[in-house]
């Protein structure tokens, strides 16, 4: 019923703005070449021409990444197809809210997840590192926070019927190895460093 559309390379979530398909492949290592700072164009903008030789302008870091991801994205066998592309995002604040407070992730996990919202042009990671459910992140002078904030146990039902959360919050409802846990001062230093080089 419906005709279906063959999926080109350049055919990415978010949509680029701007592709015109050239004859033939240019070398990409995995890497970018010296980049042309571009002045009067939207944050997140970014060029890139390959006619055999790779051409990268960008009007700021987020543009750099932008264009690395594009490449990456349609690199096969260390090429990619001779192309012009210019693209910028839509909007300037592109947010994931991510919980940390109930559902505790590892460095890891959360860099993973910085990852993912590059490659889709997200902008902002908005992270809950403290509510009711748990506190997320060390605080010097103040040890108590995520001595008692960043465990999870079992309640202790009273007699009364009522629960008791002794040694740490009750449980949320999983019981999978991510509900405890905390940041140290130096593993958020360096999250946030990640997310700044990932343009997030």
Known sequence: ?????????????????????LEGETPFDG??????????????WYRIVADGRLGIEAADHS??????????????????????IEDWPDVPFR???LSLSGMFYPVDDLKQTIDIMSRYRMNTLHLHLSDDSGWRIAIDGLPELTEYGAVHHLPVKLEDGTYFERDGLMMSGMDDGYENGYYTREQFVDIIRYAESKAV
Not at 31 to 37: E, K, M, Q, S
Not at 38 to 43: A, M, Q
């Open 1 to 21: 019923k419906y005709a279906r559309k063959e999926v080109g390379l350049c055919d990415m979530i978010p949509q680029i703005k701007k592709v015109e398909y």
């Open 31 to 44: 890497t970018l070449p010296d980049v042309v700072r571009v002045s009067g164009k939207p944050d997140g």
């Open 95 to 97: 947010v994931m809210m």
């Open 63 to 84: 543009g750099e990444v932008y264009a690395l991801n594009t490449l990456e994205r349609m690199a096969r066998d260390g090429k990619v197809p001779n192309v012009r």
